[in-house]
């Protein structure tokens, strides 16, 4: 089935381990998001990548990293965990109209 | 001010009665809007876009759309339980250049059986 394929579905991570968010797309869409999503706060933007070869910062990049590896895929790294990353972290990409999001990974941080 | 604004809810209303779940936003340049449901620990899928200011009808849903108040709100007619969830905004301004999305925190709408 087409659409946006996340690993893992649930994590639990020590303060200061790394980790990597596995994205990838079978859409051919040029734009690729991730958000995580806390409690009473919505949806935030940590980066995007409007293109392969491009990543910009959204609304809460710190403490995270992206790569574009190829037009498929994006992935998220925390390279030290913090407890105030517990959330769950949902990819996205799009062409012009809105959104196909993954299914989502839940992180927690102890 | 939150550039995208929602009352968390809950909004409860009966079987069959028409669900209203509004939104406003700050941004004035904002282009396109959106509207997503998310079912609790599932992801969010779009129900409807709107670009354009007035009514947009697909099936029991009609987005609307009004630029000058910058205000969209989503109709939910004949209600029903499998449509409680947590209805989410999202407005996107194409002349930033960017593509990406912002969100409300969600109103969580509860169908009385």
């Known amino acids: 089935n087409a659409g946006v394929t996340q690993t893992p579905k649930f994590q639990v991570l020590k303060t200061g381990q790394s980790m990597t968010l596995q994205c990838a797309q079978d859409?051919?869409?040029?734009?690729m998001y991730w958000y995580r999503q806390d409690p009473g706060m919505g949806l935030r933007l940590i980066y995007y990548s409007a293109s392969e070869g491009t990543t910009d910062k959204g609304e809460v990049p710190n403490g995270y990293n992206v790569s574009r590896l190829n037009k498929r895929e994006f992935s998220l790294r925390l390279e030290s965990a913090a407890p105030s990353q517990t959330s769950v972290y949902f990819c996205a990409s799009s062409e012009a109209s809105g959104y196909t999001f993954g299914s989502g990974t839940r992180l927690t941080v102890v | 001010q939150k550039e995208v604004e929602q009352n968390s809810g809950p909004l409860s209303v009966p079987e069959g009665a028409i669900a209203s779940l509004n939104c406003t936003y700050s941004?004035?340049?904002?282009?396109?809007f959106f509207w997503y449901r998310q079912y609790s620990g599932k992801s969010p899928e779009l129900i409807m876009s709107i670009y354009s200011n007035g009514d947009k009808e697909d099936g029991r849903f009609t987005a609307q759309l009004n630029k000058a108040s910058q205000y969209v709100s989503l109709l939910i007619r004949d209600s029903q339980p499998s449509d409680s969830a947590t209805y989410l905004c999202?407005?996107?301004?194409?002349?930033?250049?960017?593509?990406?999305?912002?969100f409300g925190s969600g109103t969580r709408l509860q169908v009385q059986p």
């Open positions: 999202a407005v996107r301004n194409t002349d930033t250049g960017r593509r990406a999305l912002t």
């Open positions: 859409m051919n869409h040029n734009s």
């Open positions: 941004d004035r340049v904002s282009q396109s």
